[in-house]
């Protein structure tokens, strides 16, 4: 296929989880602002399923290129991963697989789809058609006023005068019926209409061709056969008139289809004042301008709507209606209306035919001359003023579809003669509303599931308990309620009021208000929605309303809230009694609260995990640190990640006896409980083999063995431990050994710094080791700063900070306290690049102090403070 493009918006996705809902975004934007919103929700969902598979199973940046070209647009979603194949099928729906879902949605929504590979990447593409909307003719062609412009004509105009007899035979035919059509007057008088009438196939019970040519007055569009095998599309109006011998004959006068505003007859006015003796067919003049070409690109509300104006204006009446089926086909919902007052809105629903107060007759026509109190009719038109009422069913291949009413203030204002008018005109609409129809619950369905992949999506994406309560209620507020509360249940499974939201936000309190003061609800003991009853109970004092609102008399429905057989709580969900749950919404309700119970239950299952693992992370940490004699002690620890795993990162500082003091920083290789088996063997260890007597190499020596001894469950481990020994004035003498660890900065008070100490094997590798003993006095001023690889090794692209740039940070640092040397070490390796550490940091500092007296700031090790 060949187009030229009009638009043209690109953008590039990471492979990360959240460029899936990026990508629906950009969709969303670009088509709305090129004006293509029939596309819109095909859109999103065939992108959000192809940018999925990219991201997930491709595992690469993907591209996504959206273009316009006249009559549709063309969405093109490319990836790095070419060699990885299609599947060639189509997995069953619950059988857990994805793979092959985006092509097969679509293969069933685009007008065309296709995949093309490269050396380098592969690109899968599907196009989308736009409705093109033409100039077809005028629906109604009405006399032109005083300052109106007259309609153009494009072309020659000839008007094809013929006529024909009883029989359909043709008697005369003009000179512009032979340029039209080719046939000259000597070869047409040969023919009957029906040879040269290609009347168009309506099923439904639309009139035949035979049927039209019995009417007195008609006019419609139609095609006549050319000499030379062509159809011409004519628009045309016949007139039957008695000849000679009163023996009747039809005369018919065509045009051009894009002329057909030159014979169209305008639908007559109605008056009191003005008697119609001899009223039109339906399916004449009032009813042309509804022909299958204009239907065809109309929308269903746009139809109805020209449907119920047509027929109040064909029969007189003073107001017409048009009801149709909902999808369980046990309700009919008004769905337009013309004359009728505020109180019979779009959406009102009354039950089908075969339910206790059903609307009546639905598959017969039928005539209702005076609507009494006690007639049927009453709930649909009370307090109307309507007197009388005409109904008719709308069917296709036998089944009701709905129904089309016209009433009149009049009593008796309606005869049969009227019903088989309007019924024929019923037949002659009822394919093009249900196709309209069906094109709408297709739209809606679509719309349901882009939603419910962006709440999907939505919620997926937070692990956070009240953003994800809040979440829920603010997805359903208001595309599927006016108000949403939820509950949560605690160990004993009692309810908690736990999230409120509301539509007009200054409602938000009454409504929590309400809430509170209603019985406590006792959650749905079936799967699915069921009615909520607890605000009725509510006194009437209670609350204060705003004037005109009572929330107790609203529509509320309650869904469960269980994930993993778990009952989480309850979703509370309200709309107003005028407007109450449809099945389609409830149901729509229900797939959402199942979603929303299972992010709930992941966010509680991260928090009791995350909290699990912040208490085993204080646990393998000192809960304080004691006072060391002429030494101000600074400690920053930072744990990375999400908080959800025990990082391997730990530091310890203690007393072995009244003049040594143990210190210790730490790397155990990998995270979580492994890493924190070896943390909590490490940090004991060293405090019981050093208050055993065991210098500094023996300590070490031994707790290598210990880690060896752990088989499978060992992990390697790189150390810095030492003694500090205080000699007073302002001196310390530290002895300490490094195994396989980052070698401590020293820091002298007049600025001189030096990596100091013997780099060493680390532990759990070596089943012997020999470590040499450092040693180092500090003088009044001086800082050795141990620290942990999260520190050096901190990245910015391929840039690492490295002990070259830590260098340099810790020259700015001369003169400070202990505490504030850790901090800036911290705020450089944070930021030092834009995203937040990808590895755990400890820092601990110490620094000789010109009294005999410690220095010390209470410890706060919250994951980015100091001591």
């Not at 996504?64 to 969405?75: P, S």
């Not at 003049?285 to 104006?309: I, K, N």
């Not at 009422?389 to 203030?409: K, Y």
């Not at 349901?448 to 999907?456: D, I, N, P, T």
Request: hydrophobic residues 40%; charged residues 25%; aromatic residues 6%.
């Amino acid at each position: 296929m060949t187009f030229t493009i009009t638009a043209q918006a690109h953008a590039t996705f990471e492979p990360e989880s959240r460029s899936v809902a990026e990508a629906r975004r950009f969709v969303r934007k670009t088509l709305t602002e090129w004006g293509a919103l029939d596309a819109v929700d095909d859109a999103v969902l065939l992108v959000s399923e192809l940018v999925t598979n990219a991201v997930v199973h491709a595992g690469t940046r993907t591209d996504v290129t959206c273009l316009r070209y006249e009559g549709g647009i063309q969405i093109e979603v490319e990836d790095r991963y070419p060699a990885r194949e299609l599947p060639l099928y189509i997995p069953e729906q619950d059988s857990g697989h994805e793979g092959g879902r985006g092509l097969y949605l679509s293969a069933m929504v685009a007008s065309a789809w296709g995949v093309d590979y490269s050396r380098t990447s592969k690109r899968v593409w599907f196009r989308l058609d736009l409705p093109t909307i033409t100039d077809g003719g005028t629906i109604v062609a009405s006399p032109v006023g005083l300052g109106r412009p007259l309609p153009s004509v494009t072309g020659e105009l000839r008007v094809a005068v013929v006529r024909a007899d009883a029989d359909g035979r043709v008697r005369e035919w003009n000179a512009d019926a032979e340029a039209l059509f080719g046939w000259t007057g000597q070869q047409a008088r040969q023919l009957k209409l029906g040879e040269l009438i290609s009347w168009p196939h309506r099923p439904g019970g639309v009139l035949t061709l035979v049927d039209v040519l019995q009417l007195s007055r008609w006019q419609g569009e139609y095609g006549v056969r050319h000499r030379d095998g062509r159809v011409v599309p004519v628009f045309a109006s016949h007139v039957q008139t008695l000849a000679d011998g009163d023996d009747p004959s039809i005369v018919c006068l065509m045009v051009l289809e894009e002329h057909r505003s030159v014979l169209e007859v305008p639908a007559p006015v109605r008056s009191e004042a003005v008697e119609v003796v001899q009223p039109v067919d339906p399916v004449s003049a009032e009813w042309a301008g509804l022909s299958e070409s204009v239907t065809a690109r109309l929308g269903l509300d746009e139809l109805l709507q020209r449907t119920v104006e047509r027929a109040r204006d064909s029969l007189g009446g003073d107001a017409a209606y048009i009801l149709l089926t909902t999808e369980d086909e046990g309700e009919m919902e008004v769905r337009a209306t013309t004359g009728l007052p505020q109180n019979l809105h779009r959406g009102t629903r009354l039950l089908a035919e075969g339910s206790t107060g059903r609307v009546f007759s639905a598959r017969l026509p039928a005539v209702h001359d005076d609507l009494g109190e006690g007639a049927p009719a009453v709930s649909l038109l009370r307090g109307t003023g309507m007197r009388s009422l005409l109904t008719v069913p709308l069917m296709v291949e036998g089944r009701v579809i709905g129904q089309l009413g016209v009433a009149s203030e009049q009593p008796g204002r309606f005869d049969n003669e009227d019903a088989i008018r309007l019924q024929r005109a019923a037949d002659r609409i009822a394919l093009s509303v249900e196709s309209a129809r069906l094109a709408e619950l297709e739209r809606i369905r679509r719309g349901w599931l882009s939603f419910l992949a962006e709440a999907s999506d939505l919620l997926a994406g937070t692990l956070h308990h009240e953003m994800t309560l809040a979440m829920v209620a603010q997805l359903v507020v208001p595309r599927l309620a006016t108000w949403c509360a939820v509950y949560t249940v605690d160990e004993t499974e009692t309810p908690r009021l736990s999230y409120v939201w509301h539509a007009d936000e200054e409602m938000i309190d009454p409504l929590r208000d309400l809430l509170e003061q209603a019985p406590l609800p006792k959650g749905p003991t079936t799967p699915g929605a069921a009615r909520w009853t607890c605000l009725a109970e509510v006194p009437d004092d209670a609350v204060e309303f705003p004037p005109d609102v009572d929330l107790r008399k609203d529509h509320v429905i309650a869904l469960p809230l269980v994930a993993r057989g778990h009952n989480l709580g309850m979703l509370v969900l309200g709309r107003p009694a005028r407007d109450p749950f449809h099945r389609d919404v409830v149901d729509l309700a229900e797939d959402l609260s199942r979603r929303a119970a299972l992010a709930l239950d992941n966010a509680r299952l991260y928090s009791d995990r995350a909290a699990t693992s912040h208490q085993l992370q204080q646990s393998l940490l000192p809960s304080d640190l004691p006072e060391v004699p002429s030494v101000d002690v600074g400690v920053v620890y930072q744990a990375a990640g999400e908080g959800n795993e025990v990082g391997g990162d730990f530091y310890d500082l203690f007393a072995i006896d009244g003049e040594r003091f143990g210190f210790a920083i730490g790397d155990v290789c990998g995270k979580g409980a492994g890493a924190a088996a070896v943390t909590g063997l490490a940090r004991h260890a060293l405090r019981i083999l050093a208050r055993e007597g065991h210098d500094v190499s023996a300590v070490l020596e031994r707790l290598n063995k210990e880690i060896l001894g752990e088989g499978a469950r060992a992990r390697f481990l790189t150390l810095l431990y030492g003694e500090i020994r205080p000699r007073g004035r302002g001196r310390v003498e530290l002895r300490f050994a490094s195994a396989g660890h980052p070698l401590p900065m020293l820091l002298r008070s007049n600025g001189e710094l030096d990596t100091v100490g013997t780099e060493q094997p680390l532990l759990g590798v070596l089943d012997e080791l020999d470590l040499k003993v450092d040693e180092v006095t500090l003088r009044a001023g001086d800082v050795l700063v141990c620290f942990t690889d999260g520190v050096t090794e901190r990245r910015r692209d391929r840039q690492m900070l490295g002990e070259d740039g830590l260098a340099r940070v810790l020259a700015d640092c001369v003169s400070l306290n202990a505490g504030a040397v850790a901090v800036r070490v911290q705020r450089a390796v944070v930021s030092f690049a834009p995203d937040a550490p990808r590895d755990d940091m400890a820092v601990m500092v110490l620094r000789a102090t010109p009294g005999d007296l410690p220095v010390r700031t209470p410890l706060r090790s919250n994951g980015s403070s100091y001591q």
